[in-house]
């Protein structure tokens, strides 16, 4: 994987894993010196010791990737990789016990233990469950492997050795010399052979975690905090704070970093999401008392996901960091600012005198983040959305709170961005139906509850068919017929689209196939492809569906719009370049409402361009400027010896400007509205143009 890791929660993964292993090396000794009834004993209390502590610094170095998204890890695989890192442990424990081991006995339990180890860190991956699955490069996996054995190796010969009888004399202090060095050795060993693993890792910039029964990132990694408190508590207890005085100093020192780091974020230094519902907690107790309302403020970064995946995660990193700089200077000394997740910031403003209060520092925000950020080599202008919630008006709870001000961000993006809204009651509801509508989603994938329309595109000029373009349409038992311009946002943002985007193409392909048994003449099918969609492994994708099916590339169109095909210029070029050399179709839709970057359309290379309704609606009641910017936008398509098919022509007066035009096709109601694909063949048959004749599908 690309490498970007928080180095911070390397750090602490190194902490973990050496302390644990001190405390181990102790306990072992324990093993070899105490009576035969206690020995299992402290073997039970060193391999639970030891066991947490590499399953640890294990979760800590996957947590340490910077991705992308959100991720969520399987409860499941977590806790087996728990129980394998503990029963490895106590092996280990028993093999250091044993008065006279058998060299070759150390060696293949070094192993069997380093295979359990390794077997507990490919748990921790796949625990993240991405979509698309994790890929390894074979080298450095193979490389990784090796060293976690090694270092399995190393710990077994190196406690076996350590509490030998020849080991154990000396004074005191050079044992827990020897011993504080044995134990930084294995932690630095596990934890680079941790780091090894991560970096033969292959995620794609654009992976989603589908995760069920899971824990967040920030769940999993104070769990481990407080895994970590325990760990060094028995470290204390089973060890003996009289021989253990400098490991109760390093205790004592790390404790106050240890609840810093399990209320703060590792990147910001801003309180998280545990210590900001405290804080709300408190000042609704406050607020109660002297009834004075308070404020909090949920902020959304407008365009970072795009930063993220063009400038990469250390850029993204770096405005982060900036973004609370400069939000942290905004408040008030008695508010605060914190970081939940992501890019999304949450203010707590206490003590309101009035509404402006909050409006004021609203704007102050909003001004403050629409100044350019200089990160790296990058300057960088990002802008914010802001949900506002006001106790008690907008909730009496934390989650009420929380939740409305959600809502209000959400109003606030849907209002056009870089901009601030109060909760009021009709948001709740319009976010209430997202929830609905997202969750309805994904039933709707499980059990297909979509279906397909087909819309006809004629030559501009005649009656010819030239294809179709399918439409998808989603009726769902309950909530009835669904508008795409309603449930296909809500699939972008949720990332659903990728699987309904697969199953749509899968549709085409089977639909293709039964017009093909049927004698149907061959059209061309035009599809949409979302700007989620435009991944790394788009590619791949189709052309296994494609091929599964057995359809020529050269009956699909893939339609992009501008917006999506600017997102990411460099990879969307190689997305067309590869699509166009396997013999699929582009046409860049929706043109003149995006970027309309005359040098990027030219590096394209795409075969069509779509005007969209917008100006095709202007060409009625004489309206010159309409006509003159349909007209440019022909003539640049023809320069560029691109086709030209005009969307939503629903009057006659329209048809006949764009003829005028030498428009090359044409689609609308005027023509044809779209319909499902029984009610198409009789379209389809009427067609008497032989298109492969006509040069639209090209052999």
Same mark, same amino acid.
């Given at each position: 994987?690309?490498g970007?890791?928080?180095?911070?929660?390397l750090?602490f993964a190194l902490?973990?894993?050496?302390?644990?292993a001190?405390?181990?090396?102790e306990v072992s000794e324990?093993i070899?010196t105490q009576?035969?009834?206690y020995?299992?004993?402290w073997?039970?209390?060193?391999?639970a010791v030891f066991g947490?502590?590499?399953?640890?610094?294990?979760f &800590?170095c996957?947590?340490a990737?910077?991705l992308?998204?959100a991720v969520g890890?399987?409860?499941?695989?977590? @806790?087996?990789?728990?129980?394998?890192?503990v029963?490895s442990?106590?092996?280990?424990?028993? *093999?250091?016990?044993?008065r006279?081991?058998?060299a070759?006995?150390?060696?293949?339990?070094?192993?069997?233990?380093?295979?359990a180890?390794?077997a507990?860190?490919?748990?921790a991956?796949?625990?993240?469950?991405?979509t698309?699955?994790?890929m390894? $490069?074979?080298a450095?996996l193979?490389?990784?492997v090796?060293v976690?054995?090694?270092?399995?190796?190393?710990?077994?010969a190196?406690?076996s050795?350590?509490?030998?009888?020849?080991?154990?004399?000396?004074?005191l202090n050079s044992?827990?010399?020897?011993?504080?060095?044995?134990? *930084?050795?294995?932690g630095?060993?596990?934890?680079a052979?941790?780091?090894?693993g991560l970096?033969?890792?292959?995620i794609m910039p654009?992976?989603q975690s589908?995760a069920l029964?899971?824990?967040?990132?920030?769940?999993?990694v104070?769990g481990?905090v407080f895994?970590?408190?325990l760990?060094m508590?028995?470290?204390?207890?089973v060890?003996g704070? $009289?021989?253990?005085?400098?490991l109760?100093?390093? @205790?004592?020192?790390?404790?106050?970093k240890?609840l810093?780091?399990?209320?703060?974020?590792v &990147?910001t230094?801003?309180?998280?999401?545990a210590?900001?519902?405290?804080?709300i907690?408190?000042a609704i107790? /406050?607020? +109660?008392r002297n009834?004075?309302?308070?404020?909090?403020?949920?902020m959304?970064?407008?365009?970072?996901?795009?930063i993220?995946?063009t400038l990469?995660?250390?850029?993204g990193?770096? *405005?982060?960091v900036?973004?609370?700089?400069?939000?942290r200077?905004?408040?008030?000394g008695?508010?605060?600012?914190?970081r939940?997740?992501?890019d999304?910031f949450?203010?707590?403003?206490?003590n309101?005198?009035?509404?402006?209060?909050?409006?004021?520092?609203?704007e102050n925000?909003?001004?403050?983040l629409r100044?350019?950020f200089?990160?790296?080599d990058?300057?960088?202008?990002?802008?914010s959305?802001?949900?506002?919630?006001v106790y008690p008006n907008s909730g009496d709870s /934390?989650d009420a709170?929380m939740?409305?001000a959600?809502?209000a961000?959400?109003?606030a993006?849907?209002?056009?961005r870089?901009?601030?809204?109060f909760?009021?009651p009709?948001?709740?509801?319009s976010?209430m139906?997202?929830l609905?509508?997202?969750q309805a989603?994904q039933q709707a994938?499980e059990e297909? !509850?979509?279906s397909l329309?087909?819309?006809p595109?004629?030559?501009g000029?005649?009656?010819?068919l030239t294809?179709?373009?399918?439409?998808?349409r989603?009726?769902?038992?309950?909530?009835g017929?669904?508008?795409p311009?309603?449930f296909i946002?809500?699939a972008?943002?949720?990332?659903?689209?990728?699987?309904i985007?697969?199953? @749509?193409l899968?549709? @085409?392909?089977?639909?293709?196939?039964?017009?093909d048994?049927?004698?149907?003449?061959p059209?061309?099918?035009?599809?949409n492809?979302s700007?989620v !969609?435009m991944r790394?492994d788009?590619?791949?994708?189709i052309?296994c569906?494609?091929?599964?099916?057995?359809?020529?590339?050269q009956?699909?169109?893939f339609?992009?719009?501008?917006?999506?095909?600017?997102?990411?210029?460099?990879?969307?070029?190689?997305?067309?370049g590869d699509l166009?050399a396997?013999g699929f179709?582009?046409?860049i839709?929706?043109f003149?409402?995006g970027?309309?970057?005359l040098?990027y359309?030219?590096?394209?290379h795409? +075969?069509q361009i779509k005007?969209d309704r917008?100006f095709t609606?202007?060409l009625?009641?004489g309206?010159?400027?309409? +006509?003159a910017?349909?007209s440019?936008i022909?003539? *640049?398509?023809?320069?560029l010896q691109m086709?030209?098919?005009?969307?939503g022509v629903e009057?006659?007066?329209?048809?006949r400007?764009l003829q005028a035009?030498?428009?090359?096709?044409?689609?609308g109601?005027l023509?044809?509205?779209?319909?499902?694909a029984p009610?198409?063949?009789?379209?389809?048959?009427?067609?008497?143009?032989?298109?492969?004749a006509a040069g639209v599908?090209?052999?």
């Amino acid at each position: 994987m690309p490498g970007s890791y928080n180095f911070l929660l390397l750090a602490f993964a190194l902490l973990v894993a050496s302390l644990s292993a001190y405390a181990a090396l102790e306990v072992s000794e324990r093993i070899s010196t105490q009576e035969a009834q206690y020995r299992r004993l402290w073997l039970s209390l060193g391999a639970a010791v030891f066991g947490l502590g590499i399953w640890a610094a294990i979760f &800590l170095c996957v947590a340490a990737l910077r991705l992308p998204t959100a991720v969520g890890f399987e409860a499941r695989l977590a @806790v087996l990789a728990l129980l394998l890192t503990v029963g490895s442990s106590f092996y280990l424990m028993h *093999l250091s016990g044993l008065r006279r081991p058998h060299a070759m006995r150390l060696l293949v339990g070094g192993l069997a233990i380093g295979a359990a180890v390794n077997a507990a860190f490919h748990m921790a991956l796949k625990a993240m469950l991405l979509t698309p699955e994790l890929m390894y $490069q074979k080298a450095l996996l193979s490389l990784a492997v090796v060293v976690t054995e090694l270092t399995a190796v190393f710990a077994v010969a190196l406690f076996s050795v350590t509490n030998s009888r020849k080991s154990m004399a000396g004074s005191l202090n050079s044992q827990q010399t020897r011993r504080v060095l044995a134990s *930084l050795l294995v932690g630095a060993a596990l934890v680079a052979s941790a780091c090894t693993g991560l970096r033969a890792v292959a995620i794609m910039p654009d992976a989603q975690s589908h995760a069920l029964h899971s824990v967040t990132r920030e769940h999993l990694v104070n769990g481990i905090v407080f895994g970590a408190f325990l760990t060094m508590a028995l470290a204390l207890v089973v060890t003996g704070a $009289q021989r253990n005085r400098v490991l109760k100093r390093i @205790v004592g020192r790390t404790n106050d970093k240890l609840l810093h780091f399990a209320t703060h974020d590792v &990147l910001t230094g801003l309180p998280n999401r545990a210590l900001l519902s405290d804080r709300i907690q408190h000042a609704i107790q /406050v607020a +109660r008392r002297n009834g004075k309302p308070f404020a909090v403020l949920f902020m959304d970064l407008d365009g970072f996901k795009g930063i993220n995946d063009t400038l990469g995660h250390a850029v993204g990193d770096g *405005l982060l960091v900036a973004v609370a700089q400069r939000v942290r200077c905004c408040i008030r000394g008695e508010d605060m600012v914190a970081r939940i997740g992501g890019d999304e910031f949450v203010v707590v403003m206490s003590n309101l005198q009035s509404p402006e209060v909050v409006e004021h520092l609203s704007e102050n925000i909003l001004a403050a983040l629409r100044q350019d950020f200089q990160i790296e080599d990058a300057t960088l202008r990002v802008t914010s959305s802001i949900g506002i919630a006001v106790y008690p008006n907008s909730g009496d709870s /934390v989650d009420a709170l929380m939740k409305n001000a959600d809502a209000a961000m959400y109003e606030a993006k849907q209002s056009g961005r870089n901009t601030y809204r109060f909760f009021e009651p009709a948001m709740h509801a319009s976010a209430m139906r997202h929830l609905q509508v997202r969750q309805a989603l994904q039933q709707a994938i499980e059990e297909e !509850q979509f279906s397909l329309h087909f819309q006809p595109k004629y030559r501009g000029g005649s009656k010819e068919l030239t294809g179709v373009e399918a439409l998808l349409r989603w009726t769902h038992p309950e909530l009835g017929e669904m508008a795409p311009s309603e449930f296909i946002p809500i699939a972008e943002r949720s990332g659903q689209i990728i699987q309904i985007g697969d199953w @749509v193409l899968r549709a @085409v392909c089977e639909q293709i196939r039964s017009w093909d048994a049927e004698g149907v003449r061959p059209v061309k099918v035009a599809m949409n492809l979302s700007p989620v !969609q435009m991944r790394a492994d788009l590619v791949d994708s189709i052309t296994c569906i494609v091929g599964q099916a057995g359809i020529a590339p050269q009956r699909l169109m893939f339609e992009i719009t501008e917006t999506a095909a600017m997102k990411n210029v460099e990879r969307s070029t190689h997305i067309i370049g590869d699509l166009q050399a396997l013999g699929f179709d582009i046409a860049i839709d929706d043109f003149g409402t995006g970027y309309s970057s005359l040098a990027y359309l030219a590096q394209f290379h795409c +075969r069509q361009i779509k005007i969209d309704r917008f100006f095709t609606s202007r060409l009625d009641a004489g309206d010159h400027s309409g +006509r003159a910017i349909v007209s440019a936008i022909i003539a *640049l398509a023809h320069a560029l010896q691109m086709e030209v098919v005009a969307e939503g022509v629903e009057t006659e007066e329209q048809l006949r400007e764009l003829q005028a035009l030498h428009c090359d096709q044409v689609q609308g109601f005027l023509l044809g509205r779209p319909a499902g694909a029984p009610q198409l063949k009789g379209v389809l048959d009427a067609s008497n143009d032989d298109l492969f004749a006509a040069g639209v599908l090209r052999p």
